[in-house]
């Protein structure tokens, strides 16, 4: 794997920044680039299609009106709208443009997204005030396992989003200040619990139906011997939609969606990393390397695999943000 540059250490250390810096600041939630939104009167269809487009998983809903946040449109949402209302052999005929008909005949692909009872439910919404330090919107994060917390101003408009993503990308540029980066896993007990694991003869559909089950963001594919061999994630949704006759692939086993989403004809349309084998890393791993490998690789989540490279944790990003803000964050049941 090639490093990337920006580990250079930021100007500042963990504690200064949760404090000093404002949830308004431009470092969020990407590199000043604008923050995407859908609009409360916009369909199901073409909020999706602001997702897929813009390569995102979540995004704000704005009142058309005046322009005050009303709540999120996520992935997850759409999942859950997904398994609730089809089975499997409703997208096995799926071809191209036919599943947005598909959608029509249900009535929902131009319902607009506010009048569905599913969305927010998986992920609620949370929001900190601008003026606000950072610590408060990582102390939500903490606390809730939020992915993502909106930034409003007095009127309540929108004026930032801060991800977890983000906030861990910029800790990576501050491993010199983090006391422990250089233990391992192990030594920190850090990312070891049992996990659910899919095996790969489960149909990709019913797997999709277990994430929203279990409200989980993603869970790890195994094979006959406990092997990790993949990850199925909401982010696969977003896969899915960059080319409508995809949704078929949720008929096929997980075995077999797997592959299929690794042959050229899609690994042309989207991005590279988004169809690479898990990331995994070893209990003997640092912390510091950890946080590498989530930073470079833009991932949610790394498995820790033993020898034989069955899973036995996960270290995702809101485990890395609890462990190296911990110090700084109020005690509570879900910091301690």
Same mark, same amino acid.
């Given at each position: 794997?090639?490093?990337?540059?920006?580990?250079?250490?930021?100007?500042?250390?963990?504690?200064?920044?949760?404090?000093?810096? +404002?949830?308004?600041?431009?470092?969020?939630? &990407?590199?000043?680039?604008?923050?995407?939104?859908?609009?409360?009167?916009?369909?199901?269809?073409?909020?999706?299609?602001?997702?897929?487009?813009?390569?995102?998983?979540?995004?704000?809903?704005?009142?058309?009106?005046?322009?005050?946040?009303?709540?999120?449109?996520?992935?997850?949402?759409?999942?859950?709208?997904?398994?609730?209302?089809?089975?499997?052999?409703?997208?096995?005929?799926?071809?191209?443009?036919?599943?947005?008909?598909?959608?029509?005949?249900?009535?929902?692909?131009?319902?607009?997204?506010?009048?569905?009872?599913?969305?927010?439910?998986?992920?609620?919404?949370?929001?900190?005030?601008?003026?606000?330090?950072?610590?408060?919107?990582?102390?939500?994060?903490?606390?809730?396992?939020?992915?993502?917390?909106?930034?409003?101003?007095?009127?309540?408009?929108?004026?930032?989003?801060?991800?977890?993503?983000?906030?861990?990308?910029?800790?990576?540029?501050?491993?010199?200040?983090?006391?422990?980066?250089?233990?391992?896993?192990?030594?920190?007990?850090?990312?070891?619990?049992?996990?659910?694991?899919?095996?790969?003869?489960?149909?990709?559909?019913?797997?999709?139906?277990?994430?929203?089950?279990?409200?989980?963001?993603?869970?790890?594919?195994?094979?006959?011997?406990?092997?990790?061999?993949?990850?199925?994630?909401?982010?696969?949704?977003?896969?899915?939609?960059?080319?409508?006759?995809?949704? +078929?692939?949720?008929?096929?086993?997980?075995?077999?969606?797997?592959?299929?989403?690794?042959?050229?004809?899609?690994?042309?349309?989207?991005?590279?990393?988004?169809?690479?084998?898990?990331?995994?890393?070893?209990?003997?791993?640092?912390?510091?390397?950890?946080?590498?490998?989530?930073?470079?690789?833009?991932?949610?989540?790394?498995?820790?695999?033993?020898?034989?490279?069955?899973?036995?944790?996960?270290?995702?990003? &809101?485990?890395?943000?609890?462990?190296?803000?911990?110090?700084?964050?109020?005690?509570?049941?879900?910091?301690?």
């Amino acid at each position: 794997m090639t490093e990337v540059a920006p580990f250079a250490p930021f100007a500042t250390n963990v504690k200064n920044f949760l404090s000093e810096f +404002k949830a308004a600041s431009p470092v969020f939630p &990407h590199l000043y680039t604008a923050v995407i939104t859908v609009s409360n009167d916009q369909t199901l269809w073409n909020a999706l299609q602001t997702l897929v487009e813009n390569k995102i998983l979540s995004a704000p809903v704005v009142d058309a009106s005046n322009r005050k946040v009303v709540g999120s449109f996520s992935m997850k949402d759409f999942m859950n709208i997904l398994v609730s209302r089809f089975d499997e052999k409703e997208l096995q005929m799926v071809s191209e443009q036919e599943f947005k008909s598909l959608l029509e005949k249900k009535g929902i692909a131009n319902k607009r997204i506010t009048e569905f009872e599913e969305i927010g439910k998986l992920e609620p919404t949370f929001t900190v005030m601008a003026n606000e330090p950072l610590l408060k919107a990582v102390e939500i994060m903490v606390n809730t396992r939020a992915q993502r917390v909106i930034v409003l101003n007095d009127s309540g408009q929108l004026v930032n989003v801060i991800t977890q993503s983000r906030v861990v990308a910029i800790l990576t540029t501050m491993l010199d200040t983090i006391p422990d980066a250089s233990k391992t896993l192990q030594e920190l007990k850090l990312g070891f619990k049992p996990l659910i694991t899919l095996p790969n003869t489960l149909s990709t559909f019913q797997a999709f139906k277990l994430l929203r089950d279990k409200n989980a963001t993603a869970l790890p594919v195994v094979d006959e011997k406990g092997k990790l061999i993949g990850n199925l994630s909401v982010n696969d949704l977003k896969i899915l939609g960059y080319k409508l006759e995809w949704f +078929k692939l949720l008929t096929l086993p997980l075995s077999e969606y797997l592959n299929e989403l690794k042959k050229p004809e899609r690994a042309s349309v989207v991005r590279r990393k988004e169809i690479q084998q898990p990331l995994t890393v070893k209990p003997d791993d640092t912390l510091e390397f950890t946080m590498k490998m989530l930073y470079v690789w833009r991932v949610h989540r790394v498995y820790i695999v033993n020898d034989e490279g069955v899973p036995i944790g996960v270290e995702a990003l &809101h485990d890395v943000i609890k462990h190296v803000t911990a110090p700084y964050l109020p005690k509570t049941e879900a910091t301690e």
